[in-house]
């Protein structure tokens, strides 16, 4: 697990050996994006200390975290998600001689993501692990204090005791030295741990560091190369005008929104940050969040297509993972149903999305719950 001296070792080997690939930069492809305009995604890594000391005298971490950014070619940034480049696939050889005239990635991308980061991940980051700590520090707080000031107390009253005592037995003075020491000694450590849960409020971010970027070339810049150099039509996936996609996608979505509030929840449409999801929709009187993926398929399609940041989504979070399948005939789009526990397996790795048969699916469907 992260912090385990193994899996430190081991990172630390990969990143010996191969960490300079991570500054040399990649190329990939993303087969879902029907654009035309090539886009850098940054990879940057964010710490947070706090106010302990550790043995080798620095500030304890609190929080790691990495953290994806885009910057398209006019500037713009915006977050990339938990893991995009899941959804990514390498490009070929001769798809890279296709592309000579891509252009050259901005020359300060690399700033642009970085100050995007500091401005909002890093706050989003920051506020995240503050409220964590609090509710934690918190209870333990509580905890350590209920448990100490008991038996402080425990003490003073067999002090109390052994003073009823002195007049009939002089030795008893002996005694109540051992026990004032005891008593004296847990009110030290009851302010020692008080003191230690405060600095552990003390957060001091670092800056957000750029580790490694690649650039993305939208699957529309490949419509007429095939992944062995010869021409080809637009891809299959792109078959469909993207209007006609758009407007399948969105009243699937609006389906799936209708439901959740139907059932009493708190829906947010999420799909623009590829999560590995697209609606977080909070139950009102649990609070859990529910991680739904929404596809909406025409009436007579037979496979859906799931990308490898969905699967992976949904197998770390088996309990709040729900595929959503909509049926859109048309303009009506059909109630959703919810496939919970979709995967069994996570991909392979050169595996970027998957078809599953979209009858089994619907076979271990049910309805909005």
């Known amino acids: 697990y992260p912090g385990h001296p193994i899996v430190d070792a081991a990172v630390q080997r990969v990143l010996d050996r191969c960490g300079e690939n991570l500054a040399r930069g990649a190329t990939l492809v993303d087969e879902s994006d029907p654009g035309?305009?090539?886009?850098?995604?940054?990879?940057?890594?964010?710490?947070?200390?706090?106010?302990?000391?550790?043995?080798?005298?620095e500030n304890r971490l609190a929080g790691r975290r990495m953290q994806f950014v885009e910057v398209l070619p006019g500037g713009t940034t915006r977050n990339a998600g938990f893991a995009p480049h899941l959804d990514y696939r390498p490009i070929s050889e001769e798809e890279k001689r296709a592309l000579r005239d891509v252009g050259d990635p901005p020359k300060d991308a690399a700033e642009r993501a970085r100050s995007y980061a500091a401005g909002v991940l890093a706050r989003e980051h920051?506020?995240?692990?503050?409220?964590?700590?609090?509710?934690?520090v918190e209870k333990v707080r509580g905890l350590v204090?209920?448990?100490l000031t008991a038996e402080i107390g425990y003490w003073d009253r067999r002090l109390g005791e052994l003073w009823d005592e002195v007049a009939r037995k002089p030795d008893v003075r002996v005694t109540?030295?051992?026990?004032?020491?005891?008593?004296?000694?847990?009110?030290?450590?009851?302010?020692?741990?008080?003191?230690?849960?405060?600095r552990e409020l003390e957060l001091i971010p670092a800056p957000p560091n750029v580790v490694g970027a690649a650039l993305v070339i939208?699957?529309?810049?490949?419509?007429?190369?095939?992944?062995?150099?010869t021409q080809r039509g637009h891809p299959p996936m792109f078959a469909s005008s993207p209007e006609a996609r758009r407007r399948v996608e969105n009243l699937?979505?609006?389906s799936v929104i209708m439901a959740e509030?139907?059932?009493?929840?708190?829906?947010?449409?999420?799909?623009?940050h590829n999560l590995g999801y697209d609606v977080e929709s909070r139950d009102r009187e649990t609070g859990r969040l529910r991680m739904i993926e929404v596809k909406g398929r025409v009436k007579g399609a037979e496979t859906v297509t799931i990308t490898r940041n969905e699967i992976v989504t949904a197998l770390n979070k088996p309990e709040?993972?729900?595929?959503?399948?909509?049926?859109?005939?048309?303009?009506?789009?059909?109630?959703?149903r919810y496939v919970r526990r979709p995967f069994d397996k996570e991909p392979g790795f050169t595996e970027v999305s998957a078809n599953h048969d979209l009858k089994k699916l619907l076979a271990m469907s049910e309805p909005p719950s």
């Open 36 to 57: 035309t305009e090539p886009r850098v995604l940054a990879l940057l890594e964010h710490t947070i200390r706090d106010g302990r000391k550790g043995k080798d005298g």
């Open 261 to 272: 509030l139907h059932l009493g929840n708190d829906p947010r449409d999420v799909s623009k």
């Open 176 to 198: 109540i030295n051992d026990f004032t020491r005891r008593r004296d000694d847990l009110g030290r450590r009851l302010e020692r741990r008080m003191e230690e849960l405060e």
């Open 218 to 229: 939208p699957a529309g810049m490949l419509a007429g190369v095939g992944h062995n150099g």
């Open 145 to 147: 204090r209920e448990r």
């Open 126 to 136: 920051l506020q995240e692990l503050r409220q964590q700590r609090e509710a934690q």
């Open 320 to 336: 709040d993972f729900i595929l959503a399948l909509v049926e859109v005939d048309g303009e009506h789009a059909a109630e959703p």
């Open 252 to 254: 699937a979505m609006q």
